[in-house]
Each structure stands twice: as structure tokens, then as C-alpha cells.
């Protein structure tokens, strides 16, 4: 079954010869860098070598959520949801947002500490966030089975609809000025006395001062043929989608064997905490040790496999001239296959657990991989080594939520302006500086 339907966005017929900025891949992230720099009078192309918003852009969750995050990511998202709050008026499109409510279920006592810091934290950022009790949670949920004694209830969180969002904003950052090339892939940058001088895309040449790097799982090969280190593994992720339920809850759960949210047509978007694979593949071995830290926290949300990924990846060009074609060109979109195992289980307890959702049939499943670097804190960030190379990548499953806020930061890094938030943690050099890589989960 091919992945969900996005809509489309037309490509421009012309490749401009010149511009102040390129950016490189046309999902959330650099979507919203387009639009952020076109608003600011600066000439930009969005460079995509697919179609907008065909990779993990359109196959996440579709949740716009400020609790449960890295702290370090919190006052960047906070500025996300900000812009989230007037994004469909100022791109003229819809993108489904709605600040509907998460909650989060507090499967035990150290679960519970956690969910219990929240709302201080929060208030700082005059975001609504409080615990809740089992009947008010049960209010929330009307018959649904649970033996959480209580819960996280963020109302500030919302969600939108993943394959209209990034879409509507390359569509308003073109409304701006912006060219916007699908079928487009960048081979590399080209530099002229140390620094960026333009790029070279399977169509020709665009002179240019800056590049951003905004290619989702794409971003460490692209990285590596460019001579830029970049710590970066893929994570798949399997979800549902369900034909239109009546009668089910607004508000989006997260719980111990399942989580959903509603769609804008009625349906319910359906996954399990626990359908997280990661393929086996060469940079598992090249980047094993950043990795280790992760590994020690988070393997029990971890399902590993050898599969047929590791000879694709095998086989896979590394290094490329300009003058051929590149791997970009030869996987226009990662349209992985779905696993069941995981999400029919999810569905199946949530059938269970709650009658609204006895009857759901399912309408499709797909897949995406998640680009996830080491502290699965992103890197929003210049390269030193490159000035005018900009990288913004590696969010982690946290990326189409925070994608606006990362957007802005992205564009302020390029343009000189005083950064929209501290920009210090999500630095590339982290990986190589003899900083401390760890994840970091509560408050």
C-alpha cells in the first residue's frame, strides 16, 4: 500500500540562476526556513527531489506537542506553537491545526514524578498544563478502560494534519517569492575561497551565499559527500489511519499500549509506543559509539533487524561527482513498508480498552523513517568548516510539531538576525567537542 496522500504541489518550470539562499529538502523544516526567509525579503530556492512533504513530514503522528519533550528542546517549541496558533491565516491555506489537548497516562510512580514536573515548567512559557485525576480523566475519555491513577492534560498541545501542512507553507513561502523545484535534487555545494558559492542540482547550477540542509533522513549522506561529519541513524515508524468513528474524543492519549488523535476527516490516526525499528545498516557500525548513550536508555523502545535495507545501503553511492547522478535521483521518496506486528497489536487494546473504538476499521498504514541523531536533540546549526552551509536535521519523531519554531531559528542563523531562542544546544559541534551526549527525558 503506497504512503498517504499529500497534497500536491506544483514545481516551477524554471531554474533560477541566482539566489541569496538554497534550501535543500521540502519537508516541515525546510519548508518553514523558505518561508521564513521569503517573508524577510531574501531570494530563496526550496530545492526538493521529490514531492513537498512525501517523506516523514506527511507520515508522522501529526501531533503539535509542547510536554513530554527534551527540556532543551521546550523554549524552541514554545515558539513553534506560537506560530502554529496563526499559521493557517498567514500561509492562506489550511494545515489542520488545533490545539485539542494531549494527555499523557502515568503508567507508575516514576512515570507519575515525571508528568508531575511538567506544569511548573510550562507555566513559564504560559503554556496551559496540569495533572488530572482518574475521574476527570475518565470524564475525558467516557468508558474507557485504564488503570492510570492519574495523568499529564496539556490543553496548550494540539495536532494538524501532516499531509496538508508542509505543503500549505511551501505554497505560501513561493506566495512570497520563493521558487519552489521538486524533482529537484541537489547534488552538492559548491564552495569558492572557503566558502559557499552555490549548488549543483540534477538540473544545473544555482550561484548562492547559503545553503541549508534540511533533508530529513537524507541529511548525513549528504553531509558526508560534502566532508561534513554528521551523526545521524534512521528509525522507522508504522502508523494507522482509520476510516471516520463517531463518537470519539477530541482530545489526543498517549497510554501504555497505544496512542491516537483525531484526524480532520473524522478518523483516528493510531500507533504503538513500542514500533520503533531500526534497520541494521553500515552507519549503525560508523556511528555506534555517539549512539551507545541512546542505546542504554531507550532500547526497550527499540525493536533491531537485519533486513534487506542493509544491502541497499550497501550498495548505495557514498561519495559522487557533480557530474553524476546521485543517490538522491535514484530513491526520489523512502516509501518503506509497514509493520503490523506492532500497530495491529496497538489497535487490538485499543479496541479493548475502549468501545468507541470497537468497530474502527482500517483505512491505510504506512511508514517513515525517522532521522534521529545521538542525543535525539536536533541540529539546527552552522557548519564552522563551511561558512554559508547550514544544517537543520536530526529531529528525532519530535520534527513536524517543532517544525515552524525550527524554521525561524534556521533563518535567523542564516540571516545574521538576534536568534529566537538560544540556538547553543542544538549545535553540530556538540558531536565532536567533548560535550556530554546524553538524552535527556522530564523535568
Request: aromatic share 8%.
Amino acid at each position: 500500500m503506497p504512503g498517504p496522500k499529500v497534497v500536491p504541489v506544483q514545481g516551477d518550470a524554471q531554474l533560477p540562476s541566482r539566489v541569496d539562499v538554497v534550501v535543500i529538502g521540502g519537508g516541515i523544516i525546510g519548508s518553514s526556513t523558505a518561508l521564513e526567509l521569503a517573508e524577510r525579503g531574501v531570494s530563496v530556492a526550496l530545492c526538493e527531489k521529490g514531492g513537498i512533504g512525501e517523506e516523514q513530514s506527511s507520515r508522522n503522528w501529526g501531533w503539535v506537542r509542547i510536554s513530554q519533550r527534551d527540556p532543551r528542546e521546550v523554549p524552541l517549541m514554545a515558539e513553534a506553537i506560537r506560530i502554529w496558533q496563526g499559521l493557517d491565516q498567514r500561509t492562506g491555506r489550511d494545515t489542520g491545526y488545533r490545539q485539542c489537548g494531549i494527555v499523557f497516562g502515568s503508567k507508575d510512580d516514576a512515570d507519575r514524578a515525571n508528568n508531575e514536573g511538567w506544569p511548573e515548567l510550562l507555566g513559564g512559557y504560559q503554556m496551559k498544563s496540569r495533572m488530572v485525576d482518574v475521574p476527570e480523566l475518565s470524564g475525558l475519555y467516557p468508558g474507557m478502560k485504564h488503570d492510570f491513577k492519574s495523568a499529564l492534560y496539556t490543553a496548550a498541545d494540539g495536532r494538524a494534519e501532516p499531509q496538508k501542512a508542509a505543503p500549505a507553507i511551501a505554497e505560501a513561502a513561493r506566495d512570497k517569492g520563493a521558487h519552489l523545484l521538486t524533482n529537484c535534487a541537489v547534488r552538492g555545494i559548491e564552495t569558492a575561497g572557503g566558502r559557499i558559492s552555490g549548488v549543483i542540482t540534477e538540473r544545473g547550477p544555482i550561484a548562492c551565499s547559503s545553503v541549508v540542509l534540511a533533508g530529513g533522513a537524507w541529511s548525513s549522506l549528504f553531509s558526508r559527500n560534502a566532508g561534513i561529519d554528521l551523526p545521524q541513524l534512521k528509525v522507522m515508524n508504522t502508523v494507522i489511519r482509520t476510516k471516520p468513528i463517531e463518537g470519539g474524543p477530541e482530545q489526543t492519549f498517549y497510554g501504555r499500549n497505544f496512542a491516537f488523535r483525531k484526524r480532520q476527516d473524522g478518523g483516528y490516526t493510531i500507533a504503538s509506543p513500542y514500533d520503533n525499528i531500526v534497520d541494521i545498516v553500515p552507519d549503525s557500525f560508523r556511528y555506534m559509539l555517539k549512539f551507545l548513550p541512546a542505546l542504554k536508555s531507550e532500547w526497550k523502545s527499540l525493536r533491531f533487524r537485519v533486513s534487506g535495507r542493509f544491502l541497499e545501503e550497501v550498495r548505495m553511492a557514498q561519495r559522487w561527482r557533480m557530474d553524476e547522478q546521485s543517490p538522491f535521483e535514484r530513491c526520489r521518496v523512502l516509501d518503506p513498508k509497514p509493520s503490523e506486528k506492532w500497530t495491529d497489536y496497538a489497535l487490538s487494546e485499543l479496541r479493548k480498552s475502549y468501545p468507541v473504538f470497537a468497530g474502527a476499521e482500517i483505512a491505510q498504514r504506512w511508514a517513515g523513517y525517522i532521522d534521529v541523531t545521538p542525543d535525539a536533540v536536533p541540529v539546527i546549526s552552522p557548519v564552522e568548516r563551511v561558512p554559508g552551509f547550514f544544517i537543520a536535521t536530526g529531529f528525532s519523531g519530535h520534527g513536524f510539531g517543532i517544525g515552524p519554531g525550527a524554521g525561524r531559528l534556521a533563518a535567523d542563523l542564516v540571516t545574521g538576525r538576534n536568534p529566537c531562542v538560544d540556538p547553543t544546544d542544538f549545535r553540530l559541534s556538540r558531536f565532536f567537542d567533548g560535550s556530554k551526549i546524553e538524552l535527556i527525558s522530564g523535568v
